[in-house]
């Protein structure tokens, strides 16, 4: 069955009951913790395997890339594949492969084993944005944006527990115990999600007749700053900890600075989709992105201990973005089709979270970090003329 969807049908949404929905989100929150949290921790398993296998830094950026590609390569493939089936057999899929994957790393003895789990894991993720942000908007219909932001907040949460808890049990056992536990934790998380996500499918409205076209527009313009407000983010923490260091800092104070910016941004991601909904759409992302140029810019020039204390402030801006632009995606899917609309919109977000950082250390290798970070900072401020060009297509979809 198509799961496209239009706003109008939403009306059908806002009628659901306050159980539906705190099961839907409830579910889609749980498998955004997972899968953001399977995709950070493989950064503390990097240099682990470096020591084993004996890689170089571009062997561990391949296989980084195995899992990150597979996981956006196959967005949109993966998200029309399962549009034919329940979004909670699609969740709970796609959290058996990924789980099934760090299965095969943790049975793998060698290199080529390796790669096929953490492609198997890339696999799995692939599903889950698309599919979980449908099931959200579904539940919520037009006051979806909301619960979107804490769907997104949840992946933080995700990215925040997973790899600490596998540093952690890095000092008592080996990887491959460590992997296999995570691929035990995906299959009790599947379990939770059969029981907790509701059956069948939720209401879905056929495709928007007419209108296409401007919609599309707006969409693609969406997907833009998205796309760049990704950039601003991937150049700004790829800078910061050298910035720190030319200041005085050490690593402990880098990685105090890290939890910083990323506490406030989980905080910014909760609360600037219900700001989004609350002040309009476009003054809240030409808010956040100008604060977020000034924040970047005036780290340039502060000292160490006003640099920390400014840094929950900037994630706070710096992520919170995001949110609000989740939340835009069902008001601009091109005819209706919410699912594939996200599918889209994750893939250029995925798409420039890789190559982003590859740009920008490009920009630094030539003129040092500072630039690097000036750079980031535009970036963000180039956002302002594009979304206020955004207002027309919202407002055509009652936003602004």
């Known amino acids: 069955m198509s799961q496209a969807l239009r706003l109008d049908g939403f009306q059908r949404a806002d009628r659901a009951s306050p159980d539906l929905k705190r099961r839907s989100l409830g579910g889609a929150c749980l498998a955004h913790a997972l899968h953001d949290g399977y995709t950070d921790l493989l950064y503390v398993l990097l240099p682990v395997w470096q020591t084993e296998f004996g890689l170089g830094y571009a062997g561990l950026a391949v296989l980084r890339s195995l899992y990150y590609a597979t996981m956006g390569g196959l967005q949109i493939p993966a998200d029309r594949l399962a549009a034919r089936w329940p979004i909670r057999v699609s969740l709970t899929v796609s959290t058996l492969v990924a789980a099934a994957g760090f299965g095969v790393m943790a049975l793998s003895g060698s290199l080529f084993g390796l790669c096929a789990g953490l492609v198997l894991a890339g696999i799995g993720a692939s599903l889950q944005h698309p599919r979980a942000s449908l099931l959200v908007a579904q539940a919520y219909g037009g006051a979806a944006r909301g619960p979107l932001g804490i769907y997104n907040f949840a992946g933080d949460l995700g990215k925040a527990v997973f790899p600490v808890a596998v540093a952690l049990l890095l000092g008592v056992m080996a990887w ?40 599309g527009r707006g969409f693609a ?13 991937m150049g700004t923490l790829l800078f910061l900890p050298f910035l720190l260091e030319a200041k005085g800092g050490t690593g402990t104070t880098t990685g105090l600075a890290l939890a910083l910016v990323f506490s406030g941004g989980a905080f910014g991601k909760a609360v600037c989709g219900w700001l989004g909904e609350r002040l309009g759409i476009v003054p809240c992302v030409v808010a956040t992105e100008t604060a977020t140029a000034l924040g970047i810019a005036a780290l340039l020039v502060l000292p160490l201990g006003p640099t920390l204390a400014l840094l929950p402030l900037l994630g706070l801006v710096l992520n919170g973005t995001s949110s609000v632009l989740y939340g835009t995606v069902p008001d601009l899917a091109p005819r209706g089709d919410v699912g594939r609309a996200f599918a889209l919109f994750y893939t250029a977000v995925i798409g420039s979270g890789g190559l982003a950082p590859i740009a920008y250390g490009a920009l630094g290798d030539r003129a040092g970090p500072a630039v690097g970070l000036l750079a980031a900072a535009a970036t963000a401020l180039a956002i302002v003329p594009l979304v206020l060009r955004l207002r027309r297509s919202l407002a055509a979809s009652g936003q602004a």
């Open 176 to 215: 491959r115990p460590v992997a296999g536990l995570m691929a035990a934790v995906g299959l009790a998380a599947a379990l939770a999600l059969v029981l907790v996500l509701p059956r069948g499918s939720l209401a879905a409205a056929p495709p928007r007749a007419g209108g296409s076209g401007g919609k």
């Open 221 to 233: 313009l969406l997907m833009t700053v998205g796309a760049l407000d990704t950039a601003t983010r």
